[in-house]
Structure formats: structure tokens, C-alpha cells
């Protein structure tokens, strides 16, 4: 079985600063993938980025980066020069054996102006 | 960009009525499912659906719950007779392939009342 800790419920940044949000995970397989969701006060789940497990160098889109560190099963998420919009849950997720996505409970972003 | 559509956006019923929610996934998209998250809670995955057929389901996908691909276009979830603890929101997703990961991309989700 998968699972997947976020244990951060509530985060904040200031804008235009660095945030790292953490995710840790469990899995038994060895082909797996990890994702980031994004879900704003419109409740809608959007893919922020995703780290396939066999790859070594870390994920990044924009803005978004992660550090996934597989021995330690610890796949964060850093938001740079944070902005108003990136304010959501965060929701980390996992994908392996099956195609059902495993979620976190999720992390609450703040971004103070 | 092509999108996962949900309708409605919000539905409430009487305890012990049927309901049906609707999605039309993006139309390259091979794989479907429906995932709930309970308000304040995680979300959950329900049931996948690939080439007419279900091929995984959860412990909470019981005989209450049913998929459909009616017209091979829309992908519904039939909930029959509701309880008080299937108010949700209710998330459809479809997936394609891509070098070997299937990335599912989710509608804007129903939420169900249930009353």
C-alpha cells in the first residue's frame, strides 16, 4: 500500500519569497511517480509538477521546484518569488503499481502581501 | 486548453434519492476516474475506469456507486440512494499516457449536498 505525509497543515510566505513545502511517502514499488496539486479556493485540483522516481535530477516548472530525495522517500515542493495567486492547498500525491493517485492531507499556503 | 468538464458544479439532494454526476473528459484521454474529498479532508480515490471496463476500485466504490460511458463521451457516477456521508466534492479526471506515466488531468469538481 501507498501512502503519503504532508505534515504541515498551514503554511505561510511573504510575497515574492521562498517557500518549501514537505511531502514524504511510502511505497513498495519500484516504478512509482510523485505530484504536486495545486487546489485553489475554487476547489479545482491543477497538476503544479510531477518527478518521475527513476529519474535522478529534480523536477522544475517555473517557479516550482522539487527535491526529491528517494532514499529518504521526501519529495518537498520550493515555490520561488511567491506570488498572491499561489495561495491553496497543496496537495502531494503518488502514482505506482496502479494508475489511482495516493493524496496527502494536504498543506494550507498563506501568501501575506 | 483542452479541459475536463463537470456539470453540475453543485447538486443537492434528499437522503435516499439518486443522483448522477457527469463528466466529459478531454477527448484523446484514455483513462477516467472519479475521486472524492469529503470537505476539510483528503482527497480519495474511488474508481478508474480504462477501455469500458472498471479496472481498479476502492473500499468506498461499494454497490451504492456505479460508472458509465453511456456514448463514449461522457463518463457518469451513479450514486444511488445517498446518505448523509456521500456530501462531498465529487472530482472526475481523465489520463493520458505519457512515457510511461499516466497524468491525470481533474475537472472542477461537483459538490454533492446531500440533505
Known amino acids: 500500500a501507498q501512502t503519503v505525509t504532508q505534515s504541515q497543515p498551514e503554511m505561510s510566505v511573504q510575497e515574492a519569497e521562498t517557500v518549501t513545502l514537505s511531502c514524504t511517502y511510502d511505497?513498495?514499488?519500484?516504478?512509482?511517480?510523485l505530484f504536486w496539486y495545486k487546489q485553489p479556493p475554487s476547489r479545482q485540483m491543477i497538476l503544479v509538477i510531477r518527478?518521475?522516481?527513476?529519474?535522478?535530477q529534480n523536477a522544475t516548472e517555473n517557479r516550482f521546484s522539487v527535491n526529491f530525495q528517494k532514499a529518504a522517500k521526501s519529495f518537498s515542493l520550493k515555490i520561488s518569488d511567491s506570488q498572491l495567486g499561489d495561495a491553496a492547498m497543496y496537495f502531494c500525491?503518488?502514482?505506482?503499481?496502479?494508475?489511482?493517485?495516493?493524496f496527502g492531507k494536504g498543506t494550507k499556503l498563506t501568501v501575506n502581501p | 486548453e483542452p479541459e475536463v468538464t463537470q456539470t453540475p458544479s453543485h447538486q443537492v439532494t434528499q437522503m435516499g434519492q439518486e443522483v448522477i454526476l457527469r463528466c466529459v473528459p478531454i477527448?484523446?484521454?484514455?483513462?477516467f476516474y472519479w475521486y472524492r474529498q469529503i470537505l476539510g479532508q483528503k482527497v480519495e480515490f474511488l474508481v478508474s475506469?480504462?477501455?469500458?471496463?472498471?479496472?481498479?476500485k476502492s473500499e468506498i466504490f461499494d454497490d451504492q456507486f456505479s460508472v458509465e460511458r453511456p456514448d463514449g463521451s461522457n463518463f457518469t457516477l451513479k450514486i444511488r440512494s445517498t446518505k448523509l456521508e456521500d456530501s462531498a466534492m465529487y472530482f472526475c479526471?481523465?489520463?493520458?499516457?505519457?512515457?510511461?506515466?499516466?497524468?491525470?488531468?481533474f475537472g472542477q469538481g461537483t459538490r454533492l449536498t446531500v440533505v
Open positions: 511505497t513498495s514499488e519500484s516504478d512509482y511517480y
Open positions: 518527478q518521475e522516481a527513476y529519474k535522478q
Open positions: 479526471a481523465s489520463a493520458r499516457e505519457v512515457r510511461g506515466v499516466t497524468e491525470a488531468f
Open positions: 475506469f480504462y477501455n469500458n471496463e472498471i479496472s481498479e
Open positions: 477527448s484523446n484521454h484514455l483513462y
Open positions: 500525491a503518488s502514482q505506482g503499481g496502479s494508475e489511482k493517485l495516493v
